[in-house]
């Protein structure tokens, strides 16, 4: 007689940050749309969340996080503004990043 319990096999949780570039653009009246940078960020975003395995935070509690961080908020708009205009990528930041909003990995969607 054999008898055998099987547990269930949970994947690793991945977590990441999708940060369009355009995310501190603003429109002041109803006839500007989002950037496009934002438009395609939120539509990754649902997208990843389809999966069980993977989170992504969405724009809206990105934006309040860094709203509540002066010195987040600054570091972030100066790399966002820096990879615009040079195309460059600022890895530390990056890093400081993506341990403030507790994940492994940052996700850049520019337009």
């Known amino acids: 007689m054999l008898i055998c319990f099987a547990q ?4 690793a949780q991945f977590e990441v940050l999708v940060l369009p570039t355009g995310i501190f653009s603003t429109c002041s009246n109803y006839f500007c749309f989002p950037d496009v940078s934002e438009i395609i960020a939120e539509d990754v975003i649902t997208n990843l969340n389809e999966y069980n395995s993977i989170k992504a935070k969405n724009l809206s509690d990105i934006r309040r996080e860094l ?3 002066d010195s987040l908020k600054f570091e972030t708009e100066n790399m966002l503004n820096n990879f615009e205009k040079t195309n460059n990528f600022d890895f530390k930041t990056l890093k400081d990043i993506s341990q403030k909003f507790n994940v492994k990995s940052v996700l850049l969607i520019s337009s």
């Open 67 to 69: 709203n509540n961080n």
């Open 8 to 11: 269930g096999v949970q994947a």
